[in-house]
């Protein structure tokens, strides 16, 4: 079973997508933009595990996560906080993942469902089916067959690695994976993980694109690409679908990047400058440390431009003019 190849075909349209991603990812490390822009990279990580979450039903909305992440109290199901918690702790170790072990999968399987799962860490024992809401999209392959499976899946991967396009492997993984459904939990999330570690060793940059907020939006196309390509017995409806979610991902980040960049104004530098990241202040302490007087000038120059560009945001977003709100830099 050595020579166990993943059934799919290269079409036109998974060529055109891989040159257009490859194209715009030129375009985002030749100005190494994420790089310096310490916000948007946390903001995207922060997106990548609410989207990665909000897929398996996690109520928490990305200002809670958020919250959970920056370690303050948040009320909500404990199982829905830890999932947070153990996301940002698989997430924040993403360059440290070897995609092609099956033990490195295994030991992130255990962080990412850490105290929420029993099997946390190893292959599933019973059977299990892949569920869009309450609806059945397709049965597992039986439990005893899942290990035999996944040494195939690696074996092929790490065979092929160096011969198949990284973007068509990861989403070839990506598929056979949610198609295995190795553990008992937390398949979905692995899968998406995983998708963007294999990503990641190609392109670094992938560390911080939240691919998983494309499919978040796009979530019912995302599981019926899956089904069809359960019942054509191949991949190739679903590479198509991941490269076109990535493509588009793409198209957002490089609007984040400009306007970030181009509209970053001297007075917006001078505020980010004498603010500390996720410390609520007072609109008036920041004034106070910028040495204004003048509100009208804070609001026109400083603060509307901030909360434009997401450089900053309201801890009560609900009533920008309470008394008790405070401004956090993102």
Request: hydrophobic share 35%; with cysteine; net charge neutral.
């Amino acid at each position: 079973m050595s020579g166990y190849k993943p059934p799919f075909h290269i079409t036109n349209e998974i060529l055109a997508y891989v040159s257009s991603i490859s194209e715009k990812i030129g375009k985002i490390s030749v100005a190494n933009n994420l790089e310096t822009k310490p916000h948007l990279r946390r903001n995207n990580r922060i997106k990548s595990i609410h989207s990665s979450l909000k897929i398996e039903a996690n109520s928490l909305s990305l200002g809670q996560v958020r919250d959970v992440i920056n370690g303050k109290l948040v009320l909500g199901e404990q199982k829905e906080i830890q999932e947070v918690k153990n996301a940002y702790v698989a997430y924040e170790k993403l360059n440290n993942i070897n995609p092609y072990s099956i033990k490195k999968l295994k030991e992130f399987h255990g962080i990412m469902t850490k105290y929420i799962v029993e099997e946390s860490g190893d292959f599933r024992k019973g059977e299990e089916g892949v569920f869009n809401g309450d609806v059945c999209i397709f049965m597992c392959p039986p439990a005893r067959f899942v290990p035999g499976q996944m040494e195939e899946l690696f074996s092929w991967m790490k065979k092929e690695r160096t011969s198949i396009h990284p973007l068509i492997l990861s989403s070839v993984f990506h598929y056979e994976f949610v198609f295995i459904h190795p553990f008992s939990d937390g398949n979905g999330r692995m899968a998406r993980l995983w998708h963007t570690a294999i990503l990641s060793q190609w392109k670094p940059i992938f560390e911080f694109i939240p691919i998983e907020s494309q499919i978040e939006k796009f979530q019912d196309d995302y599981y019926e690409a899956i089904a069809k390509c359960h019942v054509e017995g191949e991949s190739t409806t679903f590479i198509e679908f991941m490269l076109m979610q990535i493509d588009k991902i793409l198209d957002e980040v490089l609007v984040q990047i400009s306007e970030s960049g181009e509209q970053m104004t001297e007075y917006l530098k001078r505020m980010l400058d004498v603010m500390e990241y996720d410390v609520p202040y007072t609109a008036t302490t920041i004034m106070g440390m910028l040495g204004l007087r003048s509100k009208e000038t804070f609001r026109k120059n400083y603060m509307n431009p901030a909360l434009e560009l997401n450089l900053v945001r309201m801890t009560i977003p609900d009533k920008p003019n309470s008394k008790n709100q405070r401004y956090v830099r993102c």
